[in-house]
């Protein structure tokens, strides 16, 4: 091929727009393409099934809220389990408590009913200062935290570490100005 045939061809101007417009007019006939109704019926079908499956395991969980400090919400496509940290772990501290044990145990043992897809750990703690070696900032414990509960999920009940993330948020998503016990705290959102 001559070495000047990319130049020809790109000096080709009327060529190359009638391939952009031919290009835009593919792009507009996909954009304007609607679903037939058959397609958003499901759609819905879906949707409605899908929170009455949230608000079963909501309330299935709520039975276990009251005997382990816990709230329960549906929230986002989730349901989001609220464990307030007092009586999982000692100050600046990221060892799980005995109780603490007992009340993941009993939690999973109800998780295991609906299969979730997805849990997602979040520690959260308040903005009393940690300086510890271990963890040298609030950022460091609320994440062992979290990591803490995801590894006794995996390893003491057995869920599969591919449906477990852990995530640390420190103390910047307080949820009380005036009550520091309630921004020390492990949330759990579990996707079905």
């Known amino acids: 091929m001559p070495a000047d045939w990319t130049a020809a061809f790109l000096d080709n101007k009327p060529f190359l727009l009638n391939l952009g ?25 879906n949707k409605s099934v899908h929170t009455a499956g949230l608000t079963e395991m909501a309330d299935g969980l709520s039975e276990l809220a009251g005997a382990s400090n816990m709230e329960v919400m549906v929230q986002d496509g989730s349901v989001r389990l609220r464990m307030y940290t007092g009586g999982m772990f000692r100050v600046s501290r990221a060892e799980l408590s005995r109780e603490a044990q007992k009340s993941l ?59 477990i993330t852990a995530e640390g948020h420190g103390a910047f998503e307080p949820l009380s100005v005036l009550d520091e016990d309630k921004n020390n705290r492990i949330e759990i959102v579990v996707t079905p």
């Open 21 to 45: 417009a031919v290009f835009a007019c593919v792009l507009c006939l996909l954009i304007s393409l609607k679903p037939d109704a058959g397609e958003i019926y499901v759609m819905n079908t």
């Open 105 to 163: 145990k009993a939690l999973s043992g109800r998780l295991r009913v609906y299969m979730p897809e997805h849990i997602r750990i979040e520690g959260y703690v308040s903005d009393e200062r940690t300086n510890t070696p271990q963890y040298p900032n609030n950022w460091y414990l609320s994440s062992a935290r979290a990591i803490a509960v995801g590894m006794f999920l995996i390893h003491e009940t057995g869920f599969s570490p591919k449906r």
